[in-house]
């Protein structure tokens, strides 16, 4: 494939920039197929995790184009990192052939120098994505000074980090050691004095080497802050303020949590720069969204839509639906009922799509209603409210929804419509939020409408157009068809 420099008009500024064949190159490698709509200045300020993308996978790097698409299935070989021959010998030696997700999405922007956060569980293959990008940028000039330095909870996983090192570093003659409580100081004093290019260390021990002067952190490159959600419940957010203190200004930092609570927000924003957000599995949605179902039957939904935002103070909306063809129907039944609303499925054409979102982007329509896959790589920042008209497949689904809402430091709610139908669901996302969801009804509501259309659906044999469909009566007398109730919108 052939790149060239191309001349484009940044969506946010409007001023022209060049999106260089080099960058055409490195984004198509990595499989974006799009081209940026923001110049790297607007880029850069948007870049502080408000790029929404992605099903199960959000990546969003500040210098990629962050309106791109992220493809699903984008799990690339070893040999793609271009590692230095000992690094890649202790992949190999390990056993690993090819990389996990979280590798696939990490190790290329950490080799980059990236600051990164990677929303990853243990067992997700977590540790080799910052310890082969550590080794591959000290191996170079190790000179018996810290400049890998890796903060953990709990000695269990400084150990278990110490020995990934150990493992995928065999053949690169990096020395790291780990420090935690509970044993004496003495043996790591000597290490320390010995000379190691990487530290792995609990933060209470960590502080006592460093108070002591047993420990020099100036040389410091890249810091790994593993398990950063575990370390704030464990009430380490002190130790970790005074550790950053005593490392250069200038380094590389990989962030590693399970879940997004607001002290880690606020870690990341205070000293991580323009960093790329690298997501597998669920992320419980921030506890700045306000969760509330409001149980309601399928044929009520519309109305039930339309009195909630008749009655609720909102900024941006997004309506999901499960199904294009919904999508489109309840955009049409809002914007018969006076709304200004527009839609965004996967049925539209491009230059429409584009319009679609660009209105609401630019706040000229509030309302978007739009199924999972179309609304993925939307960038708004002021969604005060996610409204599940449908309730999502996947309790990933349901957390990418909401977590539309209530980026960094705004407040927002997501309201879910949940129908009798719709149990195992709500079941399934209480248990990944590890609690109950308010239930709620709307005042003035009137749940008791019946359905306005019900018809009898012949659901075996055929019926030709115009027929009365001949009704053969079953062995015991009974007609073989169900009766069932359609609401207005399918
Ligand atoms: P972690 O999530 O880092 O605790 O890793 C979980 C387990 O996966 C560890 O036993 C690793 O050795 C193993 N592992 C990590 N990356 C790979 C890989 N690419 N291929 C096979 N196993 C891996």
């Given at each position: 494939m052939i790149f060239q420099d191309k001349a484009l008009m940044c969506s946010d500024c409007g001023t022209g920039f060049i999106f260089s064949a080099s960058d055409q190159k490195f984004f198509h490698s990595r499989g974006f197929r799009n081209e940026p709509k923001r110049c790297p200045g607007c880029r850069d300020k948007r870049s502080q995790g408000i790029c929404l993308a992605s099903d199960a996978i959000h990546t969003s790097a500040p210098d990629a184009p962050c309106d791109i698409e992220t493809p699903a299935e984008n799990v690339v070989d070893f040999e793609s990192f271009a590692l230095s021959p000992k690094v890649f010998a202790g992949v190999r030696l390990s056993g690993y052939v090819k990389p996990t997700?979280?590798?696939?999405?990490?190790?290329?922007?950490?080799?980059?120098?990236?600051?990164?956060?990677?929303?990853?569980?243990?067992?997700?293959?977590?540790?080799?994505?910052?310890?082969?990008?550590?080794?591959?940028?000290?191996?170079?000039?190790?000179?018996?000074?810290?400049?890998?330095?890796?903060?953990?909870?709990?000695?269990?996983?400084?150990?278990?980090?110490?020995?990934?090192?150990?493992?995928?570093?065999?053949?690169?003659?990096?020395?790291?050691?780990?420090?935690?409580?509970?044993?004496?100081?003495?043996?790591?004093?000597?290490?320390?004095?010995?000379?190691?290019?990487?530290?792995?260390?609990?933060?209470?021990?960590?502080?006592?080497?460093v108070w002591q002067g047993s420990i020099d952190l100036s040389s410091v490159e890249m810091l790994v802050i593993d398990e950063a959600d575990r370390m704030f419940d464990m009430g380490f957010l002190p130790d970790i303020n005074n550790i950053l203190r005593y490392l250069p200004q200038k380094k590389q930092i990989l962030l590693f949590s399970a879940t997004m609570p607001d002290d880690v927000r606020q870690l990341v924003q205070a000293y991580?720069?323009?960093?790329?957000?690298?997501?597998?599995?669920?992320?419980?949605?921030?506890?700045?969204?306000?969760?509330?179902?409001?149980?309601?039957?399928?044929?009520?939904?519309?109305?039930?839509?339309?009195?909630?935002?008749?009655?609720?103070?909102?900024?941006?909306?997004?309506?999901?639906?499960?199904?294009?063809?919904?999508?489109?129907?309840?955009?049409?039944?809002?914007?018969?009922?006076?709304?200004?609303?527009?839609?965004?499925?996967?049925?539209?054409?491009?230059?429409?799509?584009?319009?679609?979102?660009?209105?609401?982007?630019?706040?000229?329509?509030?309302i978007l209603v739009a199924t999972d896959i179309a609304s993925r790589g939307i960038d708004v920042l002021r969604i005060s409210h996610v409204i599940n008209y449908d309730m999502p497949d996947t309790a990933d689904a349901y957390t990418h929804r909401v977590g539309r809402t209530g980026r960094i430091d705004n407040t927002g709610e997501a309201?879910?419509?949940?129908?009798?139908?719709?149990?195992?669901?709500?079941?399934?996302?209480?248990?990944?939020?590890?609690?109950?969801?308010?239930?709620?009804?709307?005042?003035?509501?009137?749940?008791?409408?019946?359905?306005?259309?019900?018809?009898?659906?012949?659901?075996?044999?055929?019926?030709?157009?115009?027929?009365?469909?001949?009704?053969t009566r079953g062995a015991g007398g009974r007609p073989p068809y169900r009766r069932v109730t359609r609401s207005a919108i399918p």
């Amino acid at each position: 494939m052939i790149f060239q420099d191309k001349a484009l008009m940044c969506s946010d500024c409007g001023t022209g920039f060049i999106f260089s064949a080099s960058d055409q190159k490195f984004f198509h490698s990595r499989g974006f197929r799009n081209e940026p709509k923001r110049c790297p200045g607007c880029r850069d300020k948007r870049s502080q995790g408000i790029c929404l993308a992605s099903d199960a996978i959000h990546t969003s790097a500040p210098d990629a184009p962050c309106d791109i698409e992220t493809p699903a299935e984008n799990v690339v070989d070893f040999e793609s990192f271009a590692l230095s021959p000992k690094v890649f010998a202790g992949v190999r030696l390990s056993g690993y052939v090819k990389p996990t997700l979280i590798q696939s999405k990490a190790i290329p922007h950490a080799l980059a120098g990236s600051d990164i956060i990677g929303l990853a569980q243990t067992g997700t293959g977590k540790t080799a994505a910052f310890v082969l990008p550590m080794l591959q940028r000290l191996e170079a000039h190790r000179n018996g000074n810290i400049r890998g330095l890796v903060i953990s909870p709990t000695r269990e996983l400084a150990e278990q980090t110490n020995e990934s090192i150990a493992s995928l570093g065999r053949r690169t003659g990096i020395r790291a050691i780990s420090l935690y409580g509970g044993v004496g100081m003495t043996p790591q004093m000597r290490s320390l004095r010995d000379g190691v290019d990487i530290v792995v260390a609990c933060p209470g021990r960590l502080l006592d080497h460093v108070w002591q002067g047993s420990i020099d952190l100036s040389s410091v490159e890249m810091l790994v802050i593993d398990e950063a959600d575990r370390m704030f419940d464990m009430g380490f957010l002190p130790d970790i303020n005074n550790i950053l203190r005593y490392l250069p200004q200038k380094k590389q930092i990989l962030l590693f949590s399970a879940t997004m609570p607001d002290d880690v927000r606020q870690l990341v924003q205070a000293y991580l720069h323009n960093p790329v957000t690298v997501q597998v599995g669920h992320v419980a949605p921030a506890s700045s969204v306000t969760q509330v179902f409001y149980p309601v039957k399928q044929h009520l939904k519309s109305a039930l839509l339309m009195d909630l935002l008749r009655q609720i103070e909102t900024e941006s909306v997004v309506v999901f639906t499960r199904t294009k063809h919904r999508a489109e129907r309840v955009a049409e039944q809002l914007k018969n009922a006076g709304f200004k609303v527009t839609s965004l499925q996967g049925n539209l054409a491009q230059s429409r799509r584009q319009t679609a979102i660009d209105s609401f982007r630019r706040g000229k329509v509030k309302i978007l209603v739009a199924t999972d896959i179309a609304s993925r790589g939307i960038d708004v920042l002021r969604i005060s409210h996610v409204i599940n008209y449908d309730m999502p497949d996947t309790a990933d689904a349901y957390t990418h929804r909401v977590g539309r809402t209530g980026r960094i430091d705004n407040t927002g709610e997501a309201y879910t419509f949940v129908c009798p139908e719709d149990a195992e669901m709500v079941r399934i996302i209480e248990r990944m939020l590890g609690r109950k969801v308010e239930r709620r009804m709307l005042a003035g509501f009137n749940y008791d409408e019946e359905s306005p259309k019900t018809e009898s659906v012949r659901l075996t044999g055929s019926r030709r157009f115009g027929q009365r469909a001949p009704v053969t009566r079953g062995a015991g007398g009974r007609p073989p068809y169900r009766r069932v109730t359609r609401s207005a919108i399918p």
